[in-house]
Each structure stands twice: as structure tokens, then as C-alpha cells.
């Protein structure tokens, strides 16, 4: 499991202690965060940089491995690729002389700055935002994810939407993914000693070699699901049953700790958001802090 | 020899707070028609061990050999050792996959990885990979198939029908259509009924006595005692003996290794501990022991 979807790591850091309901809000909060409009290109980066900054210190307070998060992100060239392609073949919009140019063509096409730094802008967002996700998974149990889930459902309760049954079958699937990956893994294996190659081949070969992992792993999916079910009902599982929780989640001074600095750190940014739009001469003290010019 | 394992260590979860020895300084060598049983608890390092035989896994340090085949992921040593090869042999190492052609490998709950829509389909699926043209493939699947017991009449029928022991035997056809040197079974007969283990041991038996080279992996005593000539034990990834089977089961130290004692043996020194008067110490099978407990009657 290396990736963005990291297994736990059993460390006992401070952010491993955290409350997972105050995990999770701090991550969609901070997600938010990266969304924001700040403004020129300039104060994007800039700002997106600081933010980052923000990111990799939670990391390294949570011990989390930054060579995952660095191979998470090795997926994402293809899709940097495919944007600058798209920038740079679709007219972009606006008055044309406010663009910078890049590439002139002489059929009167022009490719501009705007494109690249639109494909990296998009990129360095995603990259953050998988850089949070990594944080939560490494640090927070599947369980723990699960009754927090479970508690976020809870309001569904009054509209009979039945929250203990997806909680129980996302626990479930969660608790399975170790397994099945595991599973994946002793099939390609024997796979492999019948001489499959899952690096290798054109796509025609590489669909035929998917298939002999697939198929199995199928099959032993819905055996083991069987086999789950019939387990469960064995040992008295009625799904409309009332059943309480035998992990309790205590709301402690460190968390009440943890969501003062994520708001401060939403207050920061949202008040950089506003400076970046609608305050003039922000550009400017931006260029003389960090030498960039407006772009 | 045929297979040579060097100073083998292997880490699992390198850099991760997980991680541990697997594998810690291996090394041990084994001859062509060789029948070798891998024993020890749980978690010794048997199945990561055999992986690196058919270089499923490369060994942190150290490397494995098989025959002019190197594993190891140590790039200078690779280098080194392929250097001193013919050069057919150092183009085949440099495909690894080719290594899987000569080391067969039964894992354990094989019946898991069929996948074809026939029996005969997934059987020949094996010596296709390695580029063996069709005809001689099917030749080769049909063999093997009635090698391992399978009527004609299921070669048509999906794998996925069959009961687990015949699923099982196709599995181990699957492998044995490729027509590899070594045969190597991680648990060949875990969790079949007596009736379905017995068939895959006489199976095994029948394959080793066709002179290819045998690895078994497992924690039946009874089946080690009955087939193997020499015996490798494991524990906590490391080495501890290696022995034939009369040497570790007459030895005091079989329950050290958490290895439990064959039945023959339990009742030989039960026997003994009774105070039977005759020297039966040297006696390692049960047609032997009868034959001198009916002369004592007479």
C-alpha cells in the first residue's frame, strides 16, 4: 500500500493522537485552503509555497514518510503532460495582450506562459492536496476513520438513512483492502512463475496479464465475502439492530489545541486571499518581499 | 549442485519501522535430483526463502543460485558473478524471467490463481509465457494433466467446477507444463483431506522419482519423513541445520525448532520408554519395525 491511501505507520506522534474527527476537519479545512483564488501567478505560488511549508511540518511532526508521498506523486506526470497539452492547444480566454507569450507560431497560433503555469498551479495543488490525504492515512488508524465517518452520518439517523450499516460495510471494505492487496500480491507472484510479465508487453499483452489477477482475485473476493457473511450472521450480526461502540472518541485539550491552529492558519490565508484580490499595492509589497514580478 | 544459496539476507519493510530480518545469513547447497524438505514455525522464512530460487524476490545481501542463473540485488555482485559466464548463459541472466522456465513453483492454495475459461486453457498457459508454440504447448498441458491424475473429459470444463484437491492437481499442471528442472511446494497438501493429500504426495513422489529436483515446504513431518533425503530447517529466518531426516528426528532437538515428531517416531520411543528389550534405534521406517516386532512374537 504505497500510496496516497498509506498504511498506518505505529508511531506515537502528536498527530497520531489527535482525534480523527479533528483530522479529518483539519484536512478538508487546509483542502480548502489550496482552492483559494490568490490572485496573480505571483502570489499563488508564493502563497501555495508557504502553505506547503505548513504541510511538510505536519509531516515531519507526524513521521510521515516523504519518500511516499514522493512516489504517490510519480503518477501524476501523465496528467501534467496531458494539461499542458490542453492549455497550450486550447485558446485561452481574456484579452489576448495581457498574455505573455511563449511561442509565436507564424499561422498566427500562439502558445502563452499562462498554460504552463496554469498546469503547474493545478499540479502543485494536487500535489498538496495528496500530501494531506497521506498525512491523515499514515497517521490515523482505518478503524478510528470509520466511527468518524460513522459520527459525521450520525444527523442521517433522523431521516432513517441507515448509517450504521454503510459505516459497518466501509469498515469492512476498509479492513479488507490490506488483505485483498496481500492477496493481489500472492497471485501476481504465482502468476509470475507461469511467466507473466506485469512490467512489460503493449497494452494487448499487459490486458491479457491484468486479466489472470483479476479473475482470481475476483473470485476469492465474493468466496471470502461469503464466507463473511455467513460468519457474521453466526455470531448474532442483525444490521438493524442498535449497537453501540466499543471505541469511544474522547475530544481532548490537544485537540481543542490542534483546531485553534488550523484556524488560524484558515484566518491567514483566507485574510492573504482577501489581500490578493482586492487590496491594492499587495502585488507590489509581494515583489518587494520576494522579488517576484506580477505575473 | 544445482542450487546455491550465499550469505542470503532479505529485510521486509526496509526503512519502515516494521521492518525486520526475514532471512539472515543463509546458506546451504543443493544437489540435482535432490529431495528437500523446508521445515520450520510460522514466520522462519521458508516461503520468502524459495522466492528467491525463482528470483520472485531478490535477496537484500547475498544471492541465490540455480544452476548458471544469479539472484541478487546487489548490482556489482551480479555483475561480477555473470561476467565469468558464456555469454548465452549472461544474456539469459539478464532476463530473469527465464529463471521461472527451469524453478517451478507450487504455491500454497494454488487452486487461486486459475483464471482461464477451461482446464486445458489455463494449463497451457504456463508454456505459452515462455514461447512454446502451440501444438507443442497443448502436448506438453495434456501430459501433464493425466500426469497429475485429470480425466480427459475435464479439460473442456472450467477450473472453477472442479472440487479443491482437482483444482489443486491442475494448479500443480499448470507448473509442471512448463517442464521445469526443479519443482518447488510451498504446502502442497494445506487444507486438503486425507484422501486428496495422499494423491498429491504420490504425485510428488512420482515427479522426484522422474529425477527432477524436489523443494517442499511444509509442516507435516509424517510427509517430510516419508519423502525427503535431506531436510533444511529454519528458524527465525535463520539456518539451523540441515540434516537427513533420520538424523533430526532421532535427534533431541526436533521440538526446539517447534517441529512436531512423525508418528513412526513417537511410537519408537514410546517403545523404547516402555522398556522394549531389542535395539530398534537404528530402525527409521515401519515396515523394518513390524518386521522385528513380528520376529520378538515368533
Redesign the interface.
Known amino acids: 500500500m504505497n500510496s496516497v491511501f498509506g498504511k498506518l505507520t505505529p508511531f506515537n506522534t502528536i498527530i497520531h493522537r489527535l482525534d480523527p474527527r479533528v483530522k479529518i476537519i483539519s484536512l478538508i479545512a487546509l483542502m480548502v485552503m489550496c482552492f483559494l483564488p490568490y490572485g496573480n501567478y505571483a502570489n499563488k505560488f508564493i502563497i501555495l509555497g508557504g502553505l506547503f511549508l505548513i504541510i511538510i511540518f505536519i509531516m515531519i511532526l507526524g513521521k510521515v514518510s516523504f519518500w511516499s508521498f514522493l512516489k504517490s506523486l510519480r503518477h501524476m506526470w501523465f496528467m501534467m503532460i496531458f494539461l499542458v497539452i490542453i492549455f497550450a492547444l486550447i485558446p485561452q480566454a481574456g484579452d489576448v495582450s495581457e498574455k505573455h507569450v511563449m511561442i509565436a507560431f507564424e499561422n498566427g497560433y500562439t502558445i502563452y506562459w499562462e498554460g504552463l503555469l496554469q498546469t503547474l498551479h493545478i499540479t502543485f495543488r494536487l500535489a498538496m492536496m495528496l500530501s494531506l490525504t497521506l498525512i491523515l492515512t499514515s497517521t490515523t488508524s482505518p478503524m478510528d476513520l470509520t466511527y468518524t465517518f460513522e459520527r459525521f452520518l450520525t444527523p442521517l439517523r433522523l431521516i432513517k438513512f441507515p448509517t450504521q450499516i454503510i459505516s459497518m460495510t466501509l469498515s469492512l471494505a476498509l479492513r479488507f483492502i490490506p488483505t485483498l492487496l496481500g492477496e493481489a500480491q500472492k497471485i501476481m507472484k504465482a502468476q509470475r512463475s507461469r511467466g507473466v510479465d506485469y512490467q512489460r508487453g503493449f497494452l494487448n499483452k499487459k490486458i491479457k496479464s491484468i486479466t489472470t489477477l483479476i479473475v482470481p482475485l475476483l473470485v476469492n473476493c465474493f468466496s471470502r465475502s461469503d464466507e463473511l457473511s455467513l460468519a457474521m450472521n453466526a455470531r448474532g450480526y442483525e444490521p438493524y439492530e442498535k449497537r453501540t461502540n466499543y471505541n469511544i472518541l474522547i475530544f481532548g485539550l490537544k485537540d481543542v489545541v490542534a483546531i485553534f491552529v488550523v484556524l488560524l492558519i484558515v484566518g491567514g490565508f483566507s485574510t492573504l486571499c482577501y489581500f490578493s484580490n482586492n487590496v491594492e499595492g499587495f502585488d507590489d509589497m509581494i515583489n518587494l518581499i520576494f522579488g517576484v514580478p506580477t505575473f | 549442485m544445482q542450487i546455491k544459496c550465499e550469505k542470503i539476507k532479505y529485510i521486509y519493510n526496509a ?4 521492518s525486520y530480518y526475514a532471512l539472515d545469513d543463509i546458506s546451504f547447497e543443493i544437489d540435482k535430483g535432490d529431495f528437500v524438505a523446508l521445515v520450520g514455525k510460522t514466520g522462519s522464512g521458508k516461503s520468502t526463502l524459495i ?1 528467491t530460487f ?1 528470483a ?1 524476490i531478490l535477496p537484500t545481501e547475498g544471492y541465490s543460485q540455480v544452476e548458471y542463473f544469479y539472484v541478487t540485488s546487489d548490482k556489482k555482485l551480479f555483475k561480477e558473478k555473470i561476467s565469468k559466464l558464456p555469454k548465452e548463459e549472461r544474456n539469459e541472466n539478464k532476463k530473469q ?1 527465464l529463471i ?2 527451469k524453478v ?2 507450487v ?1 500454497q492454495f ?1 487452486e ?4 482461464a475459461e477451461t482446464v486445458l486453457k489455463d494449463v497451457m ?2 508454456p505459452k ?2 514461447k512454446v508454440p502451440e501444438d507443442e504447448a497443448k502436448e506438453l498441458s495434456i501430459k501433464a494433466l493425466k500426469d497429475v491424475g485429470i480425466p480427459e473429459n475435464y479439460f473442456e470444463r472450467s477450473p ?1 467446477e472442479l472440487s479443491g484437491g482437482e483444482k489443486r492437481r491442475v494448479a500443480i499442471a ?2 509442471l507444463a ?1 517442464n521445469p528442472d526443479i519443482l518447488i511446494l510451498d504446502e502442497p497438501t494445506a487444507g486438503l483431506d486425507p484422501e486428496g493429500k495422499k494423491e498429491i504426495i504420490n504425485l510428488i513422489k512420482e515427479i522426484h522419482s522422474t529425477g527432477k529436483t524436489v523443494i517442499l515446504v511444509t509442516h507435516d513431518m509424517d510427509v517430510v519423513m516419508e519423502c525427503a533425503t535431506k531436510i533444511v530447517v529454519l528458524n527465525d529466518a535463520k539456518l539451523v541445520k540441515i540434516c537427513t531426516p533420520e538424523e533430526l528426528f532421532n535427534g533431541n532437538d526436533i521440538e526446539t525448532y517447534a517441529l512436531e515428531i512423525p508418528a513412526f517416531y513417537k511410537f519408537k520411543k514410546l517403545l523404547i520408554e516402555k522398556g522394549y528389550k531389542k535395539d530398534i534405534s537404528s530402525i527409521n521406517n515401519f515396515d523394518e519395525l513390524i518386521s522385528v516386532l513380528g520376529a520378538q512374537d515368533e
Open positions: 526503512k519502515d519501522p516494521n522466492q525463482n520472485l524471467f521461472r522456465k517451478g513453483m504455491f494454488p487461486y490463481q486459475l483464471f498457459f504456463g509465457n515462455f472453477f499448470g507448473i512448463s
